[in-house]
């Protein structure tokens, strides 16, 4: 991750230390975590633990109470989530004991919440964060602020400086691991890389209690499957029946891939505004360049003879994990959700400010030539809505910025990043 800052979580990791006794980062694998971590504390090599060293992690084990002890303050720990819940127990009486703010950040790849065996969780001792892929704003140092934007209807439709198509494309190929993006790996690199990324995963045995796994080669076909649903509601059974797996082993290996941060479900935004909302999650892979790999897309996919069907799934995928990412760090407190009713009508991303109940709604949309039928939907939901809806937005991959009613407007799909 070299030459790379993380201007836009730095500060709000720094806040999280800033306001609780314990932070958590969590995060895929190779998401930058520990770098990150490096970075922003500066830490003496004396205060840096890792659980992946088998010593430590024994001693961390068998004398939870006072390892936890014995740590010098501040301290950071790396793959915490494998010392179980004798550790995370000892962490929370220790934060009991002394309320000092910043005297831990565990890191972890796997969200240790998934594992019913522990109880016991740390609410209103921690601070949680997930650290994603870089953001396209990372890639460039650029302060992203699109979320809090969103909901200043005077905001739009600002000054946008469109992006090639040929860049988009080559982005939403490439992903976002700081590894694949700061060596600019080669296609057949890439392929490399994510092959051995999937296979270091779902292998891992330290992974192994937060579900019921038998076979790994179920996982790696689970994965490809929801790869193959991305940005599309999901329907459980049918993923169990094209994997050959019952609905509760599919159940099972879905939620050890959410604690990987590998998946990602939107839920069904539930609203008084009508009765005849559909109400399955949607499935969204938290990373272009794995799930276009997994699905064997290339450029190809976004070719004029194509049938845009895949390319127009990776680039819905692709805002919603920008919006996700810039949620993490946004002055307000966002729920992200999608709307569809029975009836056809649907929009991609409700964003609902938690306190306010103000709504912003996003179409995304595979197009460089974005029409008014296009925004018909968030002009449906505007009007039931009223003065709740801020601002409706189309994102496309053309160049134009275009009014599209009231609070309603198509912009380029850099706006995201705009500033």
Same mark, same amino acid.
């Given at each position: ?31 930058? !975590? ?35 002890? #014995? ?15 004798? *550790? ?27 594992? !019913?065996?522990?109880?016991?969780? $740390? ?25 809090? %934007? ?8 600002? !000054? ?16 976002? *691991? ?40 179920? $996982? ?56 005849? #909302? ?24 976004? =070719? ?6 895949? #390319? ?12 996700? !990412? ?13 709307? %569809? ?40 939901? %505007? ?35 705009? =500033?």
């Amino acid at each position: 991750m070299s030459g790379l800052v993380r201007r836009n979580a730095v500060p709000r990791v720094d806040e999280l230390l800033s306001s609780f006794r314990v932070v958590l980062l969590g995060g895929a694998r190779q998401t930058g !975590k520990t770098t990150l971590v490096r970075d922003l504390l500066e830490l003496p090599d004396p205060a840096w633990f890792s659980f992946y060293d088998e010593a430590v992690l024994t001693r961390a084990v068998e004398d939870p109470v006072g390892f936890v002890d #014995a740590l010098p303050r501040p301290a950071a720990i790396d793959e915490f989530q494998r010392a179980g819940r004798g *550790f995370l127990l000892a962490v929370k009486q220790a934060a009991d004991r002394d309320r000092t703010r910043g005297q831990l950040l565990l890191t972890g790849s796997a969200n240790y919440l998934a594992d !019913k065996r522990l109880p016991e969780t $740390l609410a209103g001792r921690a601070g949680r964060l997930q650290l994603w892929p870089l953001s396209k704003g990372d890639r460039h140092g650029i302060q992203e602020t699109f979320v809090d %934007r969103l909901f200043e209807p005077s905001a739009w439709p600002g !000054k946008v400086r469109p992006m090639p198509r040929s860049e988009l494309i080559s982005v939403l190929l490439q992903g976002g *691991f700081p590894e694949v993006v700061t060596e600019d790996l080669s296609e057949r690199q890439r392929r490399n890389w994510f092959e051995a990324y999937v296979q270091d995963v779902v292998s891992r045995e330290a992974l192994r209690p937060l579900a019921e796994i038998r076979m790994e080669s179920e $996982l790696r076909r689970l994965l490809r499957l929801l790869a193959a649903r991305t940005g599309q509601e999901l329907v459980v059974s049918g993923v169990a029946g094209d994997a050959e797996v019952g609905s509760e082993t599919a159940s099972n290996y879905l939620a050890l891939l959410e604690a990987l941060h590998l998946v990602t479900l939107l839920p069904a935004w539930s609203t008084s505004i009508t009765t005849r #909302a559909k109400r399955r999650p949607k499935v969204v892979l938290v990373d272009t360049g794995l799930a276009a790999d997994l699905c064997g897309v290339g450029q190809g996919d976004f =070719g004029p003879a194509a049938d845009g069907v895949a #390319a127009g799934a990776l680039f819905d995928t692709f805002v919603t994990n920008e919006v996700l !990412k810039q949620a993490t760090w946004s002055e307000r407190s966002v729920d992200l959700s999608y709307f %569809r009713d029975r009836d056809g009508a649907e929009v991609d991303l409700i964003v609902e400010d938690r306190r306010l109940g103000d709504v912003a709604g996003i179409e995304i949309k595979l197009t460089a030539t974005p029409s008014i039928r296009h925004a018909r939907h968030l002009a449906m939901v %505007r009007d039931r809505l009223g003065e709740r809806f801020r601002t409706g937005l189309v994102i496309h991959t053309g160049t134009q910025t275009l009014p599209m009613g009231e609070r309603i407007w198509a912009v380029p799909v850099s706006a995201l990043w705009a =500033g």
